[in-house]
């Protein structure tokens, strides 16, 4: 989709065109699932922030500035649910190794460090640090979590991060260098 057309799906979805934010929803809800997945690593958690993410996209839709572009808006009100989410339920996920198996397909790569086709044994030994990984992450404090979640799986700048997360500049980048710390202390272990 062109940006021309997604401020045309936009402003018709402002109009009250359901179908409209629809196709926006449509184009964008496995990035919305993924981020969601990344913040809770349980699937059923992840399904009902990625609805509650796009209801509240559409309740808000008014209020989108349609110069920008739809997917950074989506992710960060996804992004923001989770957080408040986590944050409400002061409980640390636990992820299983069955969680981690019955993710299969759905689990987003994140560890696609090379471009070349990778030998059985690259592909157990990336499949294991992934998993490691995901673990670690969801070990971490919400806010640390969230930032791990804009800053290498959105690809987000630093003032992009601390305007999503409505936090300042210098508590972003704090946060993120504790939150690499602390993964890489929980990945050395």
Request: proline fraction near 5%; glycine fraction near 2%.
């Amino acid at each position: 989709m062109t940006p021309d057309d997604e401020r045309e799906w936009v402003r018709r979805a402002k109009q009250g065109d359901t179908a409209a934010f629809g196709e926006l929803a449509r184009r964008q809800q496995t990035a919305v699932f993924n981020v969601a997945w990344r913040m809770f690593g349980r699937r059923e958690d992840a399904e009902d922030a990625a609805q509650e993410a796009f209801l509240r996209a559409y309740k808000a839709l008014d209020r989108f500035d349609d110069s920008r572009p739809f997917a950074p808006w989506v992710k960060r009100i996804t992004v923001n649910l989770c957080l408040n989410r986590l944050e409400a339920e002061k409980a640390r996920p636990q992820v299983s190794a069955a969680d981690m198996g019955a993710a299969g397909e759905d689990a987003p790569d994140m560890d696609a460090w090379r471009h070349e086709t990778p030998t059985p044994e690259q592909t157990m030994v990336r499949q294991e640090q992934s998993v490691k990984l995901r673990q670690a992450i969801l070990q971490l404090p919400p806010h640390y979590r969230a930032v791990i979640e804009c800053r290498h799986f959105q690809e987000m700048r630093y003032d992009e991060m601390a305007e999503a997360l409505a936090r300042p500049l210098s508590s972003i980048k704090s946060d993120l260098f504790r939150a690499r710390k602390m993964l890489k202390k929980m990945l050395e272990d």
